[in-house]
């Protein structure tokens, strides 16, 4: 597992360096500080049998991550000649490669992240993807790219803070992203906290747990990081963070968070846990559930998933039969789409038993 910690350790440090900022100054806002309810759930990680998962005849080179989307998988890589790779799931030669490292309009001076994912927008028919990138976040036209053949920008950023998007405040500052870098070089000893404002009122809504003592900013770091996915009709959004074994729902209308953590997992100011071991490697959701990746730590070196619906209920836990770095779920098919990037080897597993 050397590979996912070094991994991590980068990403991290990359999240220190191009955290996107954007100054609020409304004087109006009235601000609410609201608490996470806790829950503690005591479950067997791989108490409900094992999926196989079947190799799909797929080749993408430099796969990084992937999302499933109007069956379709969107799938980033490290190519810089071909950064989006979009692929038809009933039809898997049906493909669409586009994006390229640039300076151009309609190229990227880095190469792109799929951080918050399910963050499309429908706008005037077209579907817009927002990706991270360094220093930011960018749009991509996804139906007028996958028409063209090539990368075709979407709408410009509003300087407004846009609605549904997630805001975090550190510091006194108010910053919003579509992805999950959520802090950019913190005090030690202060709690990140997700803000959420709507009509002149600011809901603020802590990441769960007592503050990080540590030694080292880069501990306090890893304490926090997680994976951000919004469900798909804008109403609330998931935080799993990786190396502690918390799962945050907030509820974006009501204000409201509720925090899972499972008995036994790492607690978030465990010092013990101060080597990184991964908990949740990788997440996505549905409108009904939150699929959480976990390494399988035994000799077999196999990978878990964790389901949960948005209440925080665990609906189940099966080990999977390979060793995956991330997936996506088409909720439509019931079926989850794994990305072995090691080996660069895509997975289906069939779920219609489960979900």
Not at 144 to 150: D, E, P
Not at 155 to 167: A, G, L, N, S, V
Not at 329 to 341: A, I, K, P, R, T
Request: aromatic share 10%; proline share 3%.
């Amino acid at each position: 597992m050397s590979y996912v910690f070094s991994f991590r350790y980068n990403a991290v440090l990359l999240l220190a360096s191009i955290m996107m900022l954007a100054s609020c100054a409304d004087s109006h806002v009235q601000t609410k500080r609201l608490t996470s309810k806790l829950i503690v759930q005591e479950y067997d990680l791989n108490g409900d049998g094992v999926l196989q998962g079947e190799p799909l005849h797929l080749q993408v080179m430099g796969a990084t991550d992937i999302v499933a989307v109007d069956s379709m998988l969107i799938v980033t890589t490290s190519n810089r000649d071909a950064l989006f790779s979009v692929i038809n799931l009933g039809n898997l030669s049906d493909r669409v490669d586009f994006g390229k490292v640039g300076r151009a309009r309609n190229e990227f001076l880095d190469t792109p992240s799929l951080f918050c994912k399910h963050y499309l927008e429908e706008n005037d028919g077209d579907l817009i993807l927002y990706v991270s990138v360094s220093g930011g976040t960018r749009s991509v036209n996804l139906t007028r790219s996958l028409a063209k053949g090539i990368m075709v920008p979407g709408p410009e950023e509003d300087e407004e803070i846009p609605r549904w998007k997630t805001i975090v405040h550190l510091d006194g500052e108010t910053n919003f992203s579509y992805s999950n870098k959520i802090m950019e070089s913190p005090d030690i000893g202060d709690v990140p906290y997700f803000s959420i404002i709507r009509a002149g009122e600011e809901s603020q809504i802590p990441v769960y747990g007592q503050p990080v003592e540590a030694a080292s900013q880069i501990y306090y770091l890893y304490a926090y990081y997680g994976f951000l996915c919004r469900k798909p009709d804008g109403t609330k959004m998931a935080y799993a963070m990786t190396i502690k074994d918390y799962l945050h729902i907030m509820d974006m209308r009501e204000s409201t968070a509720i925090s899972i953590h499972r008995q036994g997992g790492a607690d978030i100011d465990d010092k013990v846990d101060s080597s990184f071991k991964v908990q949740n490697q990788d997440a996505d959701v549905s409108d009904d559930y939150i699929i959480l990746l976990s390494p399988h730590y035994t000799g077999d070196g196999l990978s878990s998933i964790r389901i949960f619906d948005w209440n925080g209920r665990l609906v189940g836990c099966h080990t999977l039969d390979r060793q995956l770095k991330c997936i996506t779920l088409d909720s439509e098919n019931q079926v989850l789409y794994g990305l072995d990037n090691v080996n660069e080897i895509f997975y289906k597993f069939d779920l219609s038993g489960i979900l």
